[in-house]
């Protein structure tokens, strides 16, 4: 049995959770570092006891010689990196989303093609132990057939919601919804329809965004249709983060700690509480045994390992990942055509003939440049978006 070789590119705390799923799974071997944050890669390469530490990735590619890159950076390189490590022909797995538009995404998918290698977007929830026990529940039919499903986000300011947690929540509805056929999306800052004006630099990076609340109807085969909420709170709300299955004998709850299925989908409010039951998370085969290995003191994250897991598995049968670069796409075609629903009034049929930014398009229709730049943190991008509504 093959082990895979792997190369982490990016060092912070997600490429650390990255690697410590692979450094703990029987069939993958993590081969090399890399990031420009000396003290980040010396403190990865001292937990994982590796010497293979390297600031040029290009140099760490011909050294190691990977079967898979994992890319954990912020999330605008996410495209320009992933083309980068395509060029050498190995199979990438990058953080989620996969691109900041659909001419990222769209040369992600042309290069991996043509380079005859597979892409994955890390999207761990939809692999995650809670997510694996809805699923095993939907496929033996607990539910009936599928008629509705309801998604939120945890309150993040909606536009940056949508490219943050979005594509975690949006990963999980194709799963059960397959892709989504159209888009319906209303959007509003303060209350009121957003402008070209509200067009902005989201928070941590993720490309351009618009609306604190935005709400979306998306439109799947078979009569199926659902609703995805990502609306602003004054605070996170983990327990409003939810993927909810309402079919015709019942439905299947997905929350970050946990997982339910109520058994009849019409059960009076009252009762409702008491009618769900709890479902048994799923965990990998191998987890419990890296468990044991993994130093008290490290979390070895399940989702995460689950990802891993999946990956072996992918490439052992000559199969894309779950999570693979043509779902992590549609993803953002879905979130692209929600901004364009809700900067034109309209339905949007996918996949978008024009595949530039819509906000983007949206604001140059209307004379204006390009939005001035807004701060990376969301504390003080927050301060600025006040200032700029004169709160």
């Known amino acids: 049995m093959k082990t895979y070789r792997v190369a982490i590119l990016g060092c912070r705390s997600r490429g650390t959770s990255a690697a410590r799923a692979y450094h703990a799974h029987p069939r993958t071997k993590v081969v090399g570092l890399c990031d420009l944050i000396e003290d980040r890669l010396n403190t990865l ?9 390297f600031t040029d990735l290009d140099e760490m590619i011909r050294q190691t010689g990977p079967d898979i890159v994992a890319i954990p950076t912020a999330p605008a390189l996410h495209a320009p990196l992933a083309l980068r490590v395509l060029e050498h022909g190995v199979n990438i797995e990058v953080e989620k989303p996969m691109g900041m538009d659909l001419i990222e995404t769209d040369a ?16 761990q929830w939809r692999l995650s132990a ?19 499903i309801y998604a939120s986000g945890k309150g993040y300011y909606g536009g940056f919601g949508l490219m943050e947690i979005g594509t975690h929540v949006l990963t999980q509805v ?29 928070p941590r990076g993720n490309g351009t965004v618009a609306g604190d609340h935005v709400t979306a109807t998306l439109q799947f085969a078979n009569g199926v249709t659902g609703t995805l909420l990502q609306h602003k709170f ?47 998370p799923i965990y990998a085969d191998s987890f419990a045994q890296a468990v044991e290995k993994t130093p008290p003191d490290l979390k070895l994250n399940e989702g995460d390992y689950w990802f891993v897991d999946e990956y072996v598995r992918a490439l052992d049968e000559g199969r894309e990942h779950e999570c693979s670069g043509a779902e992590g796409s549609h993803v953002v075609e879905i979130i692209m055509g929600i901004f364009e629903s ?24 209307t004379g204006l440049d390009a939005p001035e ?19």
């Open 108 to 123: 992600v998918m042309n290069k991996a093609a043509e380079k005859g290698v597979q892409t994955a977007v890390h999207h």
């Open 234 to 280: 004054k605070q996170i709300e983990l327990d409003a983060h939810v993927v909810e299955l309402y079919g015709t004998e019942g439905r299947l709850m997905w929350h970050p700690r946990g997982a339910w299925w109520l058994p009849n989908p019409h059960v009076p409010p009252a009762n409702e509480r008491d009618a769900w039951e709890a479902l048994t």
């Open 174 to 202: 194709i799963k059960y919804g397959g892709h989504c056929q159209s888009v319906t999306a209303h959007a509003t800052t303060r209350g009121r329809p957003i402008t070209p004006q509200d067009v902005l630099p989201a």
């Open 130 to 148: 809670w997510n694996q026990a809805v699923n095993h529940a939907y496929q033996a039919g607990k539910i009936g057939e599928l008629r509705y």
């Open 342 to 365: 809700a900067a034109y009034g309209t339905r949007v049929d996918l996949p978008q003939s024009n595949r530039e930014h819509p906000l983007i398009r949206w604001r140059r229709e």
């Open 373 to 391: 730049p807004m701060p990376m943190t969301d504390p003080e991008w927050h301060i600025e978006e006040e200032k700029r509504l004169g709160g």
């Open 45 to 53: 390469g001292d937990e994982l006891d590796l010497d293979a530490r």
